[in-house]
């Protein structure tokens, strides 16, 4: 029972109670161990062996100077973070010591918060220091024995009391009149003093030169100096005097700022600038009293700097020097303490330390179980009685607040989270005291919920369907596919990769950002769709993935020339047997194209070797037929040389050439011709039927025409004269017995066609014509109704053959037939008049067509 009553009045004194105690020293390098909690709290006993792997300690972050000193490692061990210096942390004179607050954490939650008291042990690291390293100070010759001038103390910066504890050695000459007076100050400093033992003479001597050795108590010692000079002369003998030695004083915590806490006054005996004081705080006052505290050098005038704090400690002592403004100065120290009175209601401050923390910002997983300890809340309320008892509340659906002892509480999950769903989450802290009125302090925080790789990547579509043309370089694009992932980090970082569901190599390749590309130029004559599956996967722990399905279609291009399938060798000979009931079409011609659509549409034709036009080719069918009647004089060889292309852009094509070999059958009608050299143009078959009806008709005037002319020429060759009738009125020449020229015209004529009768018979011509060629030209208007026959004479070389024509007959399918020359027993050559001069009268002789036998 002792034991516990002294154990309550050790806590009480030391206004809390520790878990632990360590020491360590200053000025220790970074790093230095010096404790283990592991250890010391003996936790690890009072939990099964299975959860020793789950336990961890860390130092909970506060704004407190704590948390750069020190460091805990995961097991526990205790570091120093930085060398430690005593005197910046401690007041002088006092136990240095830290309080750390450690938290041992089971898992990502607390399990225990350990209150750990680092005391720092001080090392004599500081020498004695005099404000100066050399005072000057006069002593007047009348002065008698005994008088005293003060000089400047030493300070020594140590706190522990053996090592600031300074002893003061005198050194001077022998026969110097001079003694070192020391003399100890309410606030454990010392005042200086040099005696004076004999009178001094100026005349004889007038500056000594003294020195003050200050040695402090510390292993090994460490010591200052200060050189004092001593001129003789009259000096500042009197310091200023207090009216009381301590001043201890009340004040209420609302003190006004403006309204002084206490007035000090000193009193010096000297006059003029030595009797003048000034008030200064002493060096020993610590720099929190300071900074609460401010004082008027001129008036002694002590205010309030600012609004006392709720805090534990009421009490704050100033150590006040008066000093005169002699040389040296003479001062004096008093103490005045400050009693301050808490009359006031604060509200409560809430302090929160998360488990996780990513730079400043509160996070916690979206994996934390229900029941995780993520957060310890301390609430500070330093008020009096009722003022000072603190409840709080937390009102939220995924978080519950739970006490933990006197203004102690955690945070805990009471729903687990879902980042996806919700990426940050706020709740408020609410803490109220008990006070009149009651002051409530609530507290806003925001928790960030880290990402765990829970969400599978998804494609947004089951099938992608692309098309892409055949030909394009590699490289090419082909599609793009898209996946979506709502975690974050590696657990949303895609990657692609193609699945092919038989054993060949596909010729495509994904990007990391889901672009499908073409590794190779494509060939849709190959192959024209591909079918593969695509798959998706994170790169999270685990990693998920998600598959689709892939259809690229190959479009065409004319990249392909059609070719021949028949005849399938180049040329090739076919015999043709042609008989007059037999059908038109001859044989069909095959073409094939490996492109498809318009880039395999064929189309037929003929490029050469057809010059009689007797033979046609559709285009659609490529069947070959006879594009005319067929007669004897058809027979023979022909190359034809065919031509087939396709409808794409650009058009290819194909040649191919037919060695056709055409029997006529005797059956057949043969086919009359005349000269025709300068057009092919010809006259429809009904039109001749016509002109024949025509000649008929008027057979008997023509008759009679053409035995005139035959007389005339026969005159004309006896006589050895030309008769002309040329147009143009130009002579032909004399004694030319091989040119003549006649010409008549024959208009307007409707006679009956009998006329034209008798030259229908071929074995006439001869007779009518025995020196000459006869050409018929018929010249029609628009209008059928009133057709002209002119006659033309020209010369005819020896051996001649004329050529009969007659107007193209137009068949019913809008087809011309070309002129065809044909044999005759009568006529064995055919030439051309070797100049133009030789012709009777100048025009065209095209429009001519045989006269069927």
Same mark, same amino acid.
Request: glycine share 4%; aromatic share 8%.
């Given at each position: 029972?002792l034991?516990?009553?002294?154990?309550?009045?050790?806590?009480l004194?030391?206004?809390?109670?520790?878990d632990?105690?360590?020491h360590?020293?200053?000025n220790?390098?970074?790093g230095?161990?010096?404790?283990?909690?592991?250890?010391d709290?003996?936790?690890?006993?009072?939990i099964?062996s299975?959860?020793?792997?789950?336990i961890?300690f860390?130092?909970?972050?506060?704004?407190k100077?704590?948390?750069?000193?020190?460091?805990?490692?995961?097991?526990?061990?205790?570091?120093t973070?930085k060398?430690?210096?005593a005197?910046?942390?401690c007041?002088?004179?006092?136990?240095?010591?830290?309080?750390?607050d450690?938290?041992?954490r089971?898992?990502?939650?607390f399990a225990?918060?350990l209150?750990?008291?680092?005391?720092?042990?001080?090392?004599?690291?500081?020498?004695?220091i005099?404000?100066?390293n050399e005072?000057?100070i006069?002593?007047?010759?009348?002065?008698?024995?005994?008088?005293?001038?003060?000089?400047p103390?030493?300070?020594?910066?140590d706190?522990?009391?053996?090592?600031s504890q300074i002893?003061?050695?005198?050194?001077?000459?022998?026969?110097?009149?001079f003694?070192?007076?020391?003399?100890?100050?309410?606030?454990?400093?010392?005042?200086?003093?040099?005696?004076?033992?004999?009178?001094l003479?100026?005349?004889? $001597?007038d500056?000594?030169?003294?020195?003050?050795?200050?040695?402090d108590?510390?292993t090994?010692?460490?010591?200052?100096?200060?050189?004092?000079?001593?001129?003789?002369?009259?000096?500042?003998?009197?310091p200023?005097?207090?009216?009381?030695?301590?001043y201890? @004083?009340?004040?209420?915590?609302?003190?006004?700022?403006?309204?002084p806490?206490?007035?000090?006054?000193?009193?010096?005996?000297?006059?003029g600038?030595n009797?003048?004081?000034s008030?200064?705080?002493s060096?020993?006052?610590?720099?929190?009293?300071?900074?609460?505290?401010?004082?008027?050098?001129?008036?002694?005038?002590?205010f309030?700097l600012?609004?006392?704090?709720p805090?534990k400690k009421q009490?704050?002592?100033l150590?006040?020097?008066?000093r005169?403004s002699?040389?040296?100065?003479l001062?004096?120290?008093?103490?005045?303490?400050?009693?301050?009175?808490?009359?006031?209601?604060n509200?409560?401050? @809430?302090?929160?330390n998360?488990s996780?923390?990513?730079g400043?910002?509160?996070?916690?997983?979206?994996a934390?179980e229900?029941?995780?300890?993520?957060a310890?809340?301390k609430v500070v309320?330093?008020?009096?009685?009722?003022?000072?008892?603190?409840?709080?509340?937390?009102q939220?659906?995924?978080f519950?607040?739970?006490?933990l002892g006197?203004?102690r509480?955690k945070v805990?999950?009471?729903?687990?989270v879902?980042?996806?769903?919700?990426?940050?989450i706020?709740?408020?802290?609410t803490?109220s005291?008990?006070?009149?009125?009651?002051l409530k302090?609530?507290h806003?925080?925001?928790l960030?919920?880290?990402?765990?790789?829970?969400? $599978?990547p998804?494609?947004?579509?089951?099938?992608?369907?692309?098309?892409?043309y055949?030909?394009e370089?590699?490289?090419?694009p082909v599609?793009?596919i898209?996946?979506t992932d709502?975690?974050?980090g590696?657990?949303g970082?895609?990657?692609?990769?193609?699945?092919?569901?038989?054993?060949?190599?596909?010729?495509f390749?994904?990007?990391?950002y889901g672009?499908?590309?073409?590794k190779?130029?494509?060939?849709r004559?190959?192959?024209?769709?591909y079918?593969?599956k695509v798959?998706v996967k994170d790169?999270g722990?685990p990693?998920?993935n998600d598959?689709?399905?892939v259809?690229? #279609?190959v479009?065409?291009?004319?990249?392909?020339?059609?070719?021949?399938?028949?005849?399938?060798?180049?040329?090739?000979?076919?015999?043709v047997?042609?008989?007059?009931?037999?059908?038109?079409?001859?044989?069909?011609?095959?073409?094939?194209?490996?492109?498809?659509?318009?880039?395999?549409?064929?189309?037929?034709? @003929?490029? $050469?070797?057809?010059?009689?036009?007797?033979?046609?080719?559709?285009?659609?069918t490529?069947?070959?037929?006879?594009?005319?009647?067929?007669?004897?004089?058809?027979?023979g060889?022909?190359?034809?040389?065919?031509?087939?292309?396709?409808?794409g852009?650009p058009?290819?094509?194909?040649?191919?050439?037919?060695?056709?070999?055409?029997?006529v059958?005797?059956?057949?009608?043969?086919k009359?011709?005349?000269?025709?050299?300068?057009?092919?143009?010809?006259?429809?078959?009904?039109?001749?039927i016509?002109?024949?009806?025509a000649?008929?008709?008027?057979?008997v005037?023509?008759v009679?025409?053409?035995?005139?002319?035959?007389?005339?020429?026969?005159n004309?060759?006896g006589?050895?004269?030309?008769?002309?009738?040329?147009?143009?009125?130009?002579?032909?020449?004399?004694?030319?017995?091989?040119?003549?020229?006649?010409a008549?015209?024959?208009?307007?004529?409707? #006679?009956?066609?009998?006329?034209?009768?008798n030259?229908?018979?071929?074995?006439?011509l001869p007779?009518m014509?025995?020196?000459?060629?006869l050409?018929?030209?018929?010249k029609?208007s628009?209008?059928?109704?009133?057709?002209?026959?002119e006659i033309?004479?020209q010369?005819?070389?020896?051996?001649?053959?004329?050529?009969?024509?007659q107007p193209?007959?137009r068949s019913?399918?809008g087809?011309?037939?070309?002129?065809?020359?044909v044999?005759?027993?009568?006529?064995r050559e055919?030439t051309?008049?070797s100049?133009?001069?030789?012709?009777?009268?100048?025009?065209?002789?095209?429009?001519?067509?045989?006269l069927p036998?």
């Amino acid at each position: 029972m002792l034991i516990l009553v002294c154990m309550l009045l050790f806590c009480l004194h030391s206004y809390e109670c520790v878990d632990f105690t360590y020491h360590v020293n200053e000025n220790e390098n970074p790093g230095i161990y010096f404790g283990d909690l592991g250890i010391d709290t003996r936790f690890m006993e009072s939990i099964s062996s299975k959860d020793h792997n789950l336990i961890w300690f860390s130092q909970l972050q506060e704004d407190k100077i704590g948390n750069s000193l020190f460091n805990v490692s995961k097991t526990g061990r205790l570091y120093t973070a930085k060398s430690l210096d005593a005197e910046s942390l401690c007041k002088y004179n006092t136990e240095c010591s830290v309080m750390v607050d450690i938290a041992v954490r089971k898992g990502k939650s607390f399990a225990k918060i350990l209150e750990v008291k680092v005391i720092i042990e001080d090392i004599n690291d500081n020498e004695p220091i005099f404000p100066d390293n050399e005072v000057n100070i006069n002593f007047d010759e009348t002065d008698g024995r005994g008088t005293m001038r003060s000089i400047p103390n030493a300070v020594d910066r140590d706190v522990h009391l053996l090592n600031s504890q300074i002893s003061y050695e005198l050194i001077k000459e022998e026969d110097d009149p001079f003694t070192l007076a020391v003399s100890r100050r309410v606030d454990s400093s010392y005042s200086l003093s040099i005696t004076l033992e004999n009178k001094l003479d100026r005349e004889i $001597k007038d500056i000594y030169m003294l020195q003050i050795i200050a040695k402090d108590g510390g292993t090994p010692s460490k010591h200052g100096i200060l050189d004092v000079q001593i001129s003789v002369t009259d000096e500042n003998d009197n310091p200023p005097i207090f009216s009381q030695d301590i001043y201890n @004083i009340t004040v209420n915590n609302r003190q006004a700022k403006e309204i002084p806490v206490l007035i000090l006054s000193a009193t010096d005996l000297d006059s003029g600038k030595n009797g003048n004081v000034s008030y200064y705080f002493s060096s020993m006052t610590s720099e929190r009293a300071k900074s609460f505290f401010e004082i008027n050098k001129n008036t002694g005038e002590i205010f309030l700097l600012k609004k006392f704090k709720p805090e534990k400690k009421q009490t704050y002592k100033l150590f006040i020097e008066a000093r005169d403004s002699g040389s040296p100065p003479l001062s004096s120290v008093v103490t005045v303490v400050v009693n301050v009175i808490n009359k006031q209601n604060n509200a409560p401050v @809430i302090e929160v330390n998360f488990s996780e923390l990513t730079g400043n910002t509160a996070t916690i997983s979206e994996a934390m179980e229900v029941g995780s300890f993520i957060a310890y809340v301390k609430v500070v309320d330093n008020d009096i009685g009722l003022n000072g008892q603190v409840t709080c509340d937390l009102q939220h659906n995924k978080f519950t607040l739970q006490s933990l002892g006197q203004k102690r509480y955690k945070v805990s999950v009471k729903q687990t989270v879902d980042r996806e769903s919700e990426s940050r989450i706020n709740f408020t802290i609410t803490c109220s005291d008990r006070g009149t009125p009651s002051l409530k302090t609530e507290h806003e925080f925001s928790l960030k919920v880290t990402d765990v790789n829970d969400v $599978k990547p998804q494609f947004t579509k089951e099938t992608f369907k692309f098309l892409t043309y055949e030909n394009e370089k590699s490289n090419f694009p082909v599609g793009f596919i898209n996946a979506t992932d709502p975690d974050l980090g590696i657990g949303g970082d895609l990657t692609y990769a193609l699945l092919s569901s038989t054993q060949h190599v596909l010729p495509f390749e994904i990007s990391d950002y889901g672009f499908i590309l073409a590794k190779q130029s494509l060939d849709r004559e190959q192959q024209s769709i591909y079918k593969f599956k695509v798959l998706v996967k994170d790169n999270g722990i685990p990693s998920l993935n998600d598959t689709a399905n892939v259809i690229v #279609e190959v479009m065409d291009e004319n990249d392909n020339a059609p070719y021949f399938v028949f005849p399938s060798v180049d040329p090739f000979s076919l015999d043709v047997y042609y008989q007059p009931q037999s059908s038109n079409d001859i044989t069909t011609l095959r073409a094939s194209d490996r492109d498809i659509r318009q880039n395999a549409f064929l189309k037929y034709g @003929i490029m $050469k070797g057809n010059n009689r036009q007797l033979f046609s080719v559709n285009p659609y069918t490529g069947v070959l037929s006879f594009s005319r009647t067929v007669y004897q004089n058809d027979a023979g060889s022909y190359a034809l040389k065919f031509f087939v292309k396709d409808s794409g852009t650009p058009v290819l094509s194909a040649t191919t050439t037919l060695s056709l070999t055409l029997t006529v059958s005797n059956k057949s009608s043969t086919k009359f011709t005349a000269v025709n050299l300068q057009s092919d143009d010809k006259i429809h078959i009904n039109l001749f039927i016509i002109i024949i009806v025509a000649a008929v008709t008027v057979s008997v005037l023509l008759v009679v025409s053409i035995t005139i002319c035959i007389v005339r020429r026969n005159n004309l060759q006896g006589n050895q004269h030309i008769f002309r009738t040329d147009p143009q009125k130009r002579h032909v020449g004399r004694n030319t017995e091989s040119e003549y020229s006649c010409a008549k015209q024959v208009s307007s004529i409707h #006679e009956s066609p009998d006329v034209l009768q008798n030259i229908d018979k071929e074995e006439d011509l001869p007779h009518m014509w025995s020196r000459g060629n006869l050409s018929l030209e018929h010249k029609s208007s628009q209008k059928l109704r009133d057709p002209s026959i002119e006659i033309h004479c020209q010369t005819l070389t020896s051996g001649n053959i004329p050529k009969y024509s007659q107007p193209a007959a137009r068949s019913s399918a809008g087809r011309k037939d070309k002129d065809v020359a044909v044999s005759s027993p009568y006529y064995r050559e055919i030439t051309k008049p070797s100049h133009a001069d030789q012709s009777c009268n100048k025009g065209r002789t095209d429009h001519f067509d045989d006269l069927p036998r």
